[in-house]
């Protein structure tokens, strides 16, 4: 069995490590790409040049035998030395030219023997080839053998401007020479490179500790942080990419800093909200233990006042509860598609008592049937929510209008009513937990605080959004956009606009 990155396999419940631990150090692989691309382009680059100064080299020595070859012919051809072989002077030349450049000389005439031949193997024997014809039809010839290491050179001996050749000389040069300078060169070639890539790894290895030491104050730095020995915030500017990491783990700080200390407030209201009913039920008991005598009708008050901080403290926990769930991922969500229309007037219908004891006109207006795919129970509590919230807060005789609309792509469901309204600079907190405009008269009504986030988790784990208008004395108005089509994925923490 493979893990997915390909590091472990588990052969008969062996389990091999295919990747050594130390190639998980950034500076590790910074130094050892570094050597592969130096020992690489070195091993590459002396190729070339190696190969290149061979060739060139094998092509200096063909272009002097080639000249020499010409001068020779030119002599061959004046003194007559192909009719009778005998010229003191040619031979002379023909002898030093084979010493010089360790060759075996032949020279041909016009009907294919070899009247010379300075190894003196094949004299007077006749001589046919391809490069033999090629040359009598005046075409000089050069060739290198590589598997023999000999350079080749046919020139024929014959007039200006003829065209038939009256001999040819043909030279055989050995390459030792050359060959055995190129080695030479290799040899020294070899040890720069060795010395090159002695610095070259060492220049790695250091330019690996320079590049990575801003990841490792990085890591220090977030160590200390994630320790509580530094509050301060990360500043490594040395690259861009650690530019980009500082501010993006500076955001995530700022973030996290801002749970942390609305994780605290919460726990703080949480505390205070139900030590409230609890604080009430105590003194209301205690003021009853007092009273050994009192009367059965200040006993049915007390315990009708207890009653009600029960109530209280029971819907505390129950908001509580509703908010935790909420804040699961949306994979929680059971997500159906449903008739918005029948939804909302389903709540609307639950809500009217509450509305007509407060002498509250609730009115809902729909535009079109809306079928979208969501998860009913939580969407019914955001609306519920928001209208309750649109009842409570209202004034006597006012009303609380719903409308439904659609377009191709979400649906819109707006809650306006005619209530007190939320001061401006409220309105970007009305959201948050335990979050109360006006305390005592939220009391006084039985709310909790936690109702509109409620609302506000609910909506964006349908990937939704909610927005918020008022003015105070004139009422408020809610609206939520919900996509019509549920996206799986995270939900998006962007889901308020106030």
């Not at 005046?138 to 046919?154: K, L, M, P």
């Not at 909200?273 to 008991?285: D, F, G, Q, R």
């Not at 405009?437 to 936690?450: A, M, P, Y």
Request: include cysteine.
């Amino acid at each position: 069995m493979y893990t997915q990155n390909g590091e472990l396999v588990i052969i008969s419940g062996v389990k091999l490590q295919l990747r050594p631990k130390f190639l998980n150090s950034l500076q590790v692989r910074i130094t050892l790409l570094l050597s592969v691309f130096v020992i690489v382009s070195c091993v590459l680059f002396g190729g070339t040049v190696l190969g290149n100064y061979s060739q060139e080299l094998l092509s200096e020595r063909t272009t002097e035998i080639q000249n020499q070859c010409t001068i020779l012919c030119s002599q061959i051809l004046g003194s007559g030395y192909l009719e009778d072989g005998e010229s003191s002077v040619v031979d002379a030349e023909l002898t030093q030219l084979s010493n010089i450049y360790s060759a075996r000389v032949v020279i041909i005439d016009d009907e294919f023997q070899i009247i010379k031949d300075t190894y003196e193997l094949q004299e007077g024997k006749t001589i046919i080839s391809e490069d033999v014809v090629r040359c009598f039809r005046g075409e000089q010839i050069s060739h290198y053998d590589a598997e023999n290491r000999y350079i080749e050179v046919a020139t024929p001996v014959m007039e200006s401007g003829s065209r038939q050749a009256e001999g040819m000389m043909l030279v055989s040069a050995s390459a030792d020479s050359v060959l055995g300078s190129v080695h030479t060169l290799e040899n020294k070639a070899w040890i720069a490179l060795v010395a090159i890539l002695i610095s070259a790894v060492m220049l790695a290895v250091f330019a690996g500790m320079m590049m990575v030491r801003p990841l490792r104050r990085m890591g220090w730095r977030i160590e200390a942080m994630a320790d509580g020995y530094e509050e301060s915030y990360l500043q490594e500017n040395a690259y861009n990419e650690t530019a980009q990491i500082s501010a993006a783990f500076n955001r995530l700080w700022d973030r996290y800093r801002t749970m942390d200390a609305s994780r605290e407030e919460f726990v703080a209201n949480v505390s205070h909200e139900l030590k409230t009913p609890l604080a009430s039920m105590k003194v209301l008991a205690d003021s009853l233990l007092a009273q050994p005598d009192a009367p059965v009708g200040l006993y049915q008050e007390f315990m009708g006042d207890m009653s009600e901080e029960i109530e209280r403290e029971n819907k505390i926990i129950n908001d509580l509860l509703s908010l935790v769930k909420l804040n699961k991922k949306g994979a929680d969500l059971n997500i159906q598609s449903e008739n918005i229309n029948e939804l909302v007037e389903r709540i609307l219908k639950r809500l009217q008592p509450l509305a007509a004891k407060q002498n509250i006109e609730l009115v809902f207006e729909s535009f079109r049937p809306v079928y979208a795919e969501v998860d009913e129970v939580k969407l019914s509590l955001a609306v519920t929510n928001l209208v309750e919230n649109a009842i409570k807060y209202n004034k006597e005789n006012g009303w609380v209008h719903v409308a439904l609309n659609a377009d191709h792509k979400f649906f819109y469901l707006k809650v306006a009513d005619s209530g007190i309204g939320i001061p401006r600079e409220d309105t970007e907190h009305i959201f948050e937990r335990f979050y109360r405009v006006d305390k005592s008269h939220s009391r006084e009504i039985g709310g909790t605080g936690l109702g509109l986030s409620i609302a506000r988790n609910a909506v964006i784990m349908h990937r939704g959004a909610i927005k918020v208008h008022s003015e105070p004395g004139e009422g408020t108005t809610f609206t939520i956009r919900i996509p019509l089509t549920y996206i799986s994925g995270r939900p998006q923490e962007k889901g308020t606009t106030v």
